[in-house]
C-alpha cells in the first residue's frame, strides 16, 4: 500500500515537473549555446553504441529467419519483413533502450552531484535560472536527438540485413533497398518517428528529475543514476505499448 | 587593536539584515528557536555555533533557500518570505553568498564560473567588454588572474574558496554571507582568507556574515560576534569581550 502511493506521489511529480518544462520552455533567456552542447554530447556518447547495436540486430535478424523463410520459399520477403521489424519496433526500441542506459544515467548522475555539492543552489542564489539552463537544455536535446539516432540506427541495421542477403544470397544493395521501400511506407515512418520523440523526452525528462531532485548526498549519486535507467526503460516500453495500441486505431480508419 | 578604525559602520540607519524571532525546523528537528541577529552597514558579523546547530541553516533562510516556519526576516528592508521569484531575483543581485563547499561550476572554466551569473542575471545587462574588465577585477581582487583558464578540478581548496568569492564579488554585492570560508584550509591560507574577507570589506564597503568555527579567523574579520546555541543568539559581543566572558557555553570556543 505504501509502495502504491509512492507510486503515485513520484508519478504525480514527474507530471509537475514535465508541466514545468513546458511551461518555461517558451520564454526567454534561451540556452542555445548549452543546447547544441548537450545535443553534440548526446550523439558522441552514444553514436558508436547505436551503431554496432543496430548492425548485429540487422545481420542477427536476417541470419535467424533466412533458413524459416527459405522452407516457406518466401526468401524474396526478406526486404520487407525485416524493414518493417526495424523500422516500427526494433529500431526506435533498442536505440531509446540504450539511450536510457547511456544518456539517462549521465544526465541523472551529473544533476545529482550538482545537486548535492550545492552547485544547482549557488546558480539559483546568483539570479540565473537553473532549471531553465540544466533542465529545459537536457531535455530538449534528447528529445532532438533521440529520434535522430533511431533513424541512423534504422539505416545501420538495414545496411547489416542487406550485407547479409548479399553475400549468402547475393541480392544486391540496389535491390534489398528498393524491395525495403517497396513495402515500407509513410505510415509505418510517421509512428515510429513520432514515438521516438516521446521516448527522447521521457529519458531526458526522467534524468532531470530524479537528479534534481536528489537528496541523499554523494551516495545517492550513483543510486539516482541507477533508478534514473530502471524508471526510463520502464517509461520506453510503457510508450511503445501506448504508440502500438494508438497507431492500430488509425489503421483501423 | 580595534578594527572600528579602519571603516565605518553605521548604526543609525536601519540594519541591512533585521532577524527577530526566527523559527525553523524540518520535521521534529527543531534548529532555529527565536534566533536574533542585526547585521548593520559596513559591518563583519562572524556567527560560530557547534557543527549541526543551525549556522548553514541561517544564511540558507536570508538568501530564500529554505523557507521559514516563523519570524520576523528583513534584508535591505525587504521581508524575504514574502517576495515573489522576480522580487527574490532582484534581491539577491545584491547579496553574495560563498557555499561552504565553493560549489563552482564543475563543468566550466574559472572564465566561465565568474561569467554565468553576469550573462544570466535579469537585471544586470553588460557588454563584453565590460564583461572582460569584470572578470579580471573580481579575479586581481582575490589574487588569481593566472587561474582565469583553468577548470575547478585542477584547483587546491584554497584557490577554489578564492575563485568562489571571485564569483561573487563579480556582482558587486551589497552583503555578502560566507559559509565557513577557512574551513578545510591550512592556518597559512586560512589567515589569507581572513585577510582577504577584511579587504573585501574596507574596499568594496559591503557588510557581511561569516560563519565560522576558525576562532582565528572570527578574530581577524570580524566586528562582532553572535554563537549561536540551542537555536537561539546565546551571546553577542566583540571577540575579546567573548574571550573574557565566564560562561562554559562560550569559553568551549575558545580553547
Ligand atoms: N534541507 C534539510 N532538510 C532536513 N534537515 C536539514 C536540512 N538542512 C539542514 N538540516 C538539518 O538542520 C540542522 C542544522 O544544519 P546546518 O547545515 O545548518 O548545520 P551547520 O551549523 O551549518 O553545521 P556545520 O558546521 O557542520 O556546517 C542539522 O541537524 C541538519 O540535519
Ligand atoms: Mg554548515
Redesign the pocket.
Known amino acids: 500500500m505504501k509502495k502504491l502511493t509512492r507510486f503515485f506521489l513520484t508519478t504525480g511529480e514527474i507530471s509537475e515537473f514535465a508541466g514545468r518544462y513546458f511551461r518555461e520552455a517558451w520564454f526567454p533567456p534561451y540556452e542555445i549555446q548549452e543546447l547544441l552542447k548537450q545535443c553534440f554530447l548526446i550523439g558522441n556518447k552514444s553514436f558508436a553504441l547505436v551503431s554496432i547495436t543496430g548492425l548485429i540486430m540487422g545481420i542477427v535478424l536476417t541470419l535467424q529467419t533466412r533458413p524459416t523463410l527459405i522452407e516457406f520459399g518466401a526468401v524474396s520477403m526478406m526486404p520487407s519483413m525485416v524493414g518493417i521489424a526495424i523500422v516500427r519496433e526494433i529500431g526506435p526500441v533498442l536505440t531509446a533502450l540504450i539511450c536510457a542506459g547511456k544518456i539517462g544515467s549521465g544526465i541523472g548522475a551529473e544533476l545529482a552531484s550538482m545537486k548535492v555539492t550545492e552547485q544547482i543552489d549557488a546558480m539559483e542564489v546568483s539570479g540565473a535560472n537553473p532549471f531553465k539552463y540544466l533542465v529545459i537544455t537536457r531535455v530538449t536535446a534528447t528529445t532532438i536527438m533521440i529520434p535522430i539516432l533511431v533513424v541512423l540506427s534504422d539505416i545501420i541495421s538495414l545496411s547489416g540485413s542487406a550485407l547479409v542477403e548479399y553475400l549468402k544470397g547475393g541480392v544486391s544493395f540496389e535491390l534489398y533497398f528498393s524491395k525495403v521501400f517497396e513495402y515500407l511506407q509513410f505510415g509505418d515512418l510517421l509512428p515510429s518517428v513520432i514515438k521516438s520523440f516521446f521516448f527522447g523526452f521521457a529519458i531526458g525528462i526522467i534524468g532531470c528529475y530524479k537528479g534534481y531532485t536528489s537528496?541523499r548526498g554523494t551516495e545517492g549519486v550513483g543510486r539516482t543514476a541507477n533508478e534514473a535507467v530502471v524508471i526510463a526503460s520502464m517509461l520506453v516500453f510503457i510508450l511503445d505499448f501506448i504508440a502500438v495500441l494508438v497507431s492500430d486505431i488509425f489503421y483501423e480508419l | 587593536m580595534s578594527y572600528d578604525m579602519q571603516h565605518s559602520i553605521d548604526y543609525k540607519t536601519a540594519p541591512v539584515i533585521d532577524i527577530e524571532g526566527l523559527y525553523k525546523a524540518?520535521?521534529s528537528?527543531r534548529?532555529l528557536q527565536g534566533f536574533n541577529l542585526k547585521l548593520w552597514a559596513g559591518e563583519n558579523l562572524a556567527v560560530m555555533?557547534?557543527?549541526?546547530?543551525?549556522?548553514?541553516?541561517?544564511i540558507?533562510c536570508i538568501i530564500g533557500l529554505?523557507r521559514i516556519d516563523q519570524g520576523k526576516l528583513l534584508v535591505l528592508d525587504q521581508a524575504v518570505d514574502q517576495l515573489n521569484l522576480r522580487e527574490l531575483d532582484r534581491l539577491r543581485s545584491q547579496i553574495g553568498f560563498q557555499f561552504?563547499g565553493s560549489a563552482l561550476y564543475d563543468s566550466m572554466t574559472v572564465r566561465e564560473n565568474l561569467e554565468f551569473p553576469l550573462k544570466r542575471h535579469p537585471l544586470k545587462q553588460v557588454t563584453e567588454k565590460e564583461l572582460e574588465l569584470l572578470v579580471t577585477e573580481a579575479l586581481e581582487a582575490v589574487g588569481l588572474l593566472n587561474a582565469i583558464n583553468m577548470m575547478p578540478s585542477e584547483l587546491s581548496g584554497g584557490m577554489k574558496k578564492r575563485i568562489a568569492l571571485a564569483r561573487t564579488l563579480i556582482m558587486q554585492p551589497k552583503i555578502i554571507l560566507y559559509?565557513?570560508p577557512t574551513?578545510g584550509l591550512d592556518p597559512v591560507t586560512a589567515k589569507e582568507i581572513s585577510l582577504l574577507i577584511n579587504e573585501v570589506q574596507n574596499r568594496f564597503h559591503t557588510a557581511s556574515i561569516i560563519?565560522t568555527?576558525d576562532l582565528a579567523c572570527a578574530r581577524i574579520s570580524s566586528n562582532r560576534m553572535i554563537i549561536?546555541h540551542n537555536g537561539i543568539n546565546y551571546a553577542e559581543a566583540t571577540y575579546t569581550q567573548l574571550g573574557t566572558m565566564k560562561d562554559g557555553v562560550i569559553q568551549a570556543f575558545f580553547v
Open positions: 537528496t | 524540518f520535521g528537528n534548529v555555533g557547534k557543527s549541526g546547530s543551525g549556522k548553514s541553516v541561517l540558507k529554505v561552504q559559509d565557513e574551513s560563519i568555527h549561536l
